[in-house]
């Protein structure tokens, strides 16, 4: 019998501010969970649903750096770029990031990595927008599916 | 007899979303107001109260830029960074901003240029924050004098 931890992705809608708060844990330690969001090379192979390919157009992920990457499934391709307001090694990433389908929707975007010990890693996530409108149609836009999916997918690139 | 036309900057707390959105007209096309915020040298000559004076440390102002600058009064500096998520020419700037005395507080800025034709333009600013206790002490913290003063220095750039 195989016994597998599987760890469940809190996805919480803030009541009194546009944010979204998204809670994870994992069983690895801050250094290696914020490296796989820093590694381009790393971040494509666990970003988003399995049944989407990432495709790395550039990751500068460093204080002042930006990013940019292409999301495909089907056909069909996504694109997604930012900047980084603040990159924190093993501890934060500050973020912006947009949906070049909405060009005109911004979020800023906050992960936080907290050391739980024993090689645990609790990840926040949060993102913030100017309005609950747009927050509670990205919340419906099926995102959960994707985050819950691509951290299924982080934790067997840790395992590895 | 002299006469001077006065532009009022009014800046508003809005009551659902805990963000700052501060609008004033200037007697000057989009072009040049736009370039008075991109351009380094011309920032520093009319960011911020008069008694200040802005060091530009680093200012890429493009997609994907970033910036850091120090305004400095009677022996002390405070420091100023972010990074720019979208610059798109006399139209749109899209930045984060953060004052390094209380570091993890970040905005997400956004700045529109819209043409009001005649050679006149209206800018409206906007700054997101997670929380309405950090966009009230922001409004208290007597960013206002340093907005008004610094749009009046701006017509003063604009005008020569």
Redesign the interface.
Known sequence: MTSTSIHETEIVSAS????VRITREFDAPPEKVFRAHTDPELFAQWNGPRRHETRIDHFDCR????YRYVMSSGGNEFGFR?????VRPSELI?Q?F?FEGLPDG?A?E?LIFDDLGNGRTRLTA?S?V???EDRDAFVASGMEEGVREGYERLDELLAR
């Open positions: 009194d501010v546009p944010l204080t002042g750096g930006s930012g900047c980084f307001h603040e500050v912006t947009t911004v800023l906050r949060t913030l100017d309005s609950f």
